[in-house]
């Protein structure tokens, strides 16, 4: 719609902020824009420069201050909403020393074996000895049984009971005879409590050793790379980045390897122990460093024991074929490292606890965002980080909080974006970056500046088009989105069209 220029006794004009209740912020500029516009429309009312007069196309010659003119374009634009954030890297890693079975526990429940072993032995021994004497007695009793049924048989049995001293061959002979039996079968008896005792001793020797050897089994699982006297022999320095097959620290001068994947390593990798996940783990990366070709599996083989004494062999280790708890830290992936534990340092005792944290080696930038502010924005939006340099570069949202939590600066979620171009943001960490974050945006729309825009006493807002001859009108628009990075704004009305020149302040 096109409008005669107000006279002064007719419509004011009256400049004002274009509404736009769902704004927290606006950019600085826009309110020195703002009142640029405020100047012009005091001065349209005052001296009413479009009461039949022309003016050049270059802009209001009747107005006091200078104007100029644009042209009304079609483009897409973007709302951004501008917010302070923190440039470091993503993640945050604790390094620790797992708990487990020093070596002297170990060496402790070695030592139990042995000596249960030694018990069982003596055991055994006492049980063959007495055992053989059993027999022996069994067999002297079967003899002097035989012996006493050839003497009390017949006639010398029946002599026996009243048999003299004149008489007393044969019965003399039935009667020792019995006598020899009877001693027999007590001995019989004697040695045969003894076996049973020993073959009670013995399984309770053989129980022994059993849990001696399952405590071993366990202190074995859990051997640990340190112990009582062990020390760090190298530690790392803040910001040093660790990848697959490096050095986290040392112990006793044998390192503590870095290895990716997302399980914990809470056994010893040894021969004979069972398949799982954390194996299947070790081989891939045993695979991936080039100790093995083709090792796959959750399974602890032959090949695996071969692969971890080439590893061995390469960091100057004694090649075992085993990998103690403690020898293998996984992560994820490469870790950079922010600090070093306070009781970790070279010479210090080394033992089970945090070493160093550390974080990704991502890059991240960290934002803090009005609660108010959270429908706005999603992941995948794009942002622009103003950098310490004031260099910029591209990246986009990866994460937005669905929790609020109440600080000094009221209630915030927490937003996080990565930069399209990492090596764009350098290596500086928690360090202070700008982010313009595109809440919205529209494609293929009127555009004019923002302070081309004047509003109308009675409400809404118009621009001052040049037309042909220089002839001023006023053309009222509806505003649309405002992109206070470029200081433009969607406008829309019946009366506007693309090509058409609007009055804006200055020359």
């Given at each position: 719609?096109s409008?005669?220029?107000?006279t ?5 004009l009256a400049a004002?902020?274009p509404?736009?209740?769902?704004r ?5 500029v ?5 009142l ?14 479009f ?7 270059g802009g209001?010659?009747?107005n006091a ?6 042209a ?38 070695q030592q139990?074996?042995t000596t249960?072993?030694g018990m069982l032995?003596?055991a055994q021994?006492?049980?063959?000895s007495?055992?053989?004497?059993l027999s022996?007695?069994r067999a ?10 050839v003497d ?5 049995a ?10 007393g ?5 039935c009667?020792?005879d ?5 001693s ?5 008896a004697?040695d ?17 050793l059993?849990?001696?050897r399952?405590?071993l089994?366990t202190?074995?699982?859990q051997a ?23 050095q ?5 001068g044998?390192p503590?390897?870095l290895l990716?994947g ?10 004979g122990m069972?398949?799982?996940s954390?194996?299947?783990e ?11 070709h083709g090792l796959?599996g959750?399974?602890?083989?032959a090949?695996t024991?071969a ?7 390469a ?10 708890l ?5 992560e994820p992936g490469p870790?950079?490292v ?7 340092a070279?010479g210090?005792g ?6 160093l944290?550390?974080?990704w080696i ?6 803090q ?5 959270e429908?706005?924005v999603?992941?995948?939006d794009?942002?622009?980080i103003?950098?310490?340099?004031n260099?910029t ?7 937005v909080s669905?929790v ?6 009221g209630?915030?979620i ?19 970056v ?7 945006s ?11 825009l ?15 001859g ?6 009222a628009v ?7 990075a ?6 829309s009305g019946s009366g506007?069209?693309v090509g058409?020149r ?6």
């Amino acid at each position: 719609m096109s409008t005669e220029a107000p006279t002064a006794a007719g419509e004011a004009l009256a400049a004002a902020a274009p509404p736009d209740p769902g704004r927290q912020r606006r950019r600085r500029v826009f309110g020195v824009l703002v009142l640029l516009v405020v100047a012009g429309a005091v001065v349209l009312v005052v001296t009413d420069p479009f009461s039949g007069a022309t003016a050049p196309s270059g802009g209001a010659s009747s107005n006091a201050y200078a104007t100029s003119t644009v042209a009304v374009v079609r483009e897409s634009i973007a709302q951004q909403t501008q917010v302070s954030a923190t440039l470091g890297y993503a993640g945050n890693v604790t390094v620790r020393l797992p708990a487990g079975n020093e070596p002297a526990a170990v060496t402790q429940a070695q030592q139990a074996v042995t000596t249960d072993q030694g018990m069982l032995s003596s055991a055994q021994s006492t049980l063959s000895s007495d055992s053989a004497a059993l027999s022996q007695a069994r067999a002297s009793l079967a003899a002097d049984r035989q012996q006493e049924g050839v003497d009390c048989a017949g006639n010398n049995a029946a002599q026996a009971p009243s048999s003299g001293a004149a008489g007393g061959g044969a019965s003399g002979g039935c009667a020792s005879d019995a006598q020899q039996v009877a001693s027999g079968q007590q001995s019989v008896a004697a040695d045969g409590a003894k076996v049973s005792v020993d073959q009670s001793q013995v399984t309770s020797a053989q129980r022994s050793l059993a849990a001696a050897r399952s405590a071993l089994a366990t202190a074995d699982a859990q051997a640990t790379v340190y112990g009582q006297g062990s020390t760090f022999t190298s530690v790392p320095s803040a910001g040093e980045i660790v990848r697959r097959g490096g050095q986290l620290v040392s112990i006793n001068g044998d390192p503590v390897l870095l290895l990716y994947g997302p399980a914990v390593a809470t056994r010893t990798f040894a021969a004979g122990m069972s398949a799982g996940s954390d194996v299947a783990e070790l081989n891939a990366n045993l695979d991936a460093l080039g100790y093995a070709h083709g090792l796959r599996g959750s399974a602890f083989t032959a090949a695996t024991a071969a692969a971890i004494r080439r590893l061995q062999a390469a960091h100057g280790e004694s090649q075992t074929g085993e990998l103690l708890l403690g020898a293998v830290v996984f992560e994820p992936g490469p870790i950079r490292v922010t600090a070093v534990a306070p009781t970790v340092a070279v010479g210090s005792g080394a033992m089970a606890g945090p070493v160093l944290s550390a974080s990704w080696i991502t890059r991240q930038i960290s934002i803090q965002l009005d609660a108010g502010l959270e429908g706005q924005v999603k992941v995948g939006d794009p942002v622009t980080i103003t950098l310490p340099d004031n260099q910029t570069t591209p990246g986009r949202i990866s994460y937005v909080s669905s929790v609020a939590t109440t600080g000094q600066n009221g209630s915030t979620i927490a937003v996080d974006a990565v930069p399209t171009d990492p090596a764009a943001t350098g290596g500086l960490d928690q360090a202070p970056v700008n982010v313009s974050i595109t809440t919205a945006s529209v494609s293929n729309v009127l555009v004019v500046p923002v302070d081309a825009l004047l509003a109308l006493s009675s409400g809404g807002y118009a621009v001052e088009e040049v037309g042909a001859g220089g002839t001023h009108h006023l053309v009222a628009v509806t505003t649309g989105l405002f992109d206070d990075a470029e200081g433009v704004v969607q406008v829309s009305g019946s009366g506007l069209a693309v090509g058409q020149r609007v009055v804006v302040p200055g020359q």
